[in-house]
């Protein structure tokens, strides 16, 4: 099986540009989160995707938003980027359906640089 | 809320020494418990996870991990690490009530393995 597909895996953006990353999940798997990670803050929830709805959200602006699509694929958008964006967004699938049993497969992840 | 506490950001050891990484996590609720690995330039892999039943988990790699309810933690061992085992990892905890996806994670230990 393939694993989990990120794209980019590395981009450079300015202040106040919009960003779309993209994650294909493994086959079959429904579920796909969103972290990101920076040294700072470490590794934080962005949002959660099952069957294209939202089911669990972080703390994160409104500027981060998401979408996943009817093939489990999915989006994330960050819009007017700040330097405080850059980090590694890294997505994560999972065939689970309830409570957090089961295991987060990650793909390798999308560098952003916001200069 | 739920939190987690890696108590050492950085372990060097050298290589055939037996290792510990120690996690305490908190929260008013039953949680699920994760140790990941993360190589350079790579995602996150899950070592090992407790759900339920016996306390000591024993994951990929060699390595293992034990919950203490009574103490809050899930420190992980290995008996004796190799090279390869140069990386970084998170302990990580899910509420069972959870929808799925939401991982809390600590900040990480960064395992420095020497010859």
């Known amino acids: 099986k393939a694993g989990v597909t990120q794209t980019p895996r590395y981009l450079i953006k300015t202040r106040g540009q919009q960003v779309t990353l993209s994650c294909s999940p493994i086959?079959?798997?429904?579920?796909v989160s969103w972290y990101q990670q920076t040294p700072g803050q470490g590794l934080q929830f962005l949002f959660e995707y099952f069957s294209e709805t939202q089911r669990n959200k972080g703390n994160f602006p409104g500027r981060f938003s998401g979408r996943q699509f009817s093939n489990s694929r999915s989006e994330m958008n960050v819009s007017t980027l700040e330097l405080g964006d850059s980090a590694l967004y890294l997505c994560?699938?999972?065939?689970?359906?309830?409570?957090?049993?089961?295991?987060?497969?990650f793909g390798e992840g999308s560098r952003l640089t916001v200069l | 809320a739920q939190s987690v506490t890696q108590l050492d950001s950085q372990v060097p050891v050298f290589e055939e020494a037996p290792v510990e990484l120690r996690c305490n996590y908190s929260s008013s609720v039953s949680v699920y418990l994760f140790w990941y690995v993360q190589y350079p330039n790579q995602g996150l892999q899950l070592l090992l996870k407790?759900?339920?039943?016996?306390?000591l988990v024993k994951g990929i790699n060699g390595f293992e991990a034990e919950f203490n309810k009574s103490q809050t933690s899930f420190h992980l061992r290995k008996p004796s690490v190799h090279i390869s085992d140069t990386a970084e990892y998170f302990c990580a905890v899910s509420d069972l009530g959870d929808q799925g996806g939401k991982l809390i994670f600590g900040q990480g230990t960064e395992l420095s393995v020497k010859p």
């Open positions: 994560a699938s999972s065939d689970h359906r309830g409570p957090g049993t089961g295991e987060l497969f």
């Open positions: 407790y759900l339920s039943g016996s306390t």
């Open positions: 086959s079959g798997h429904r579920s």
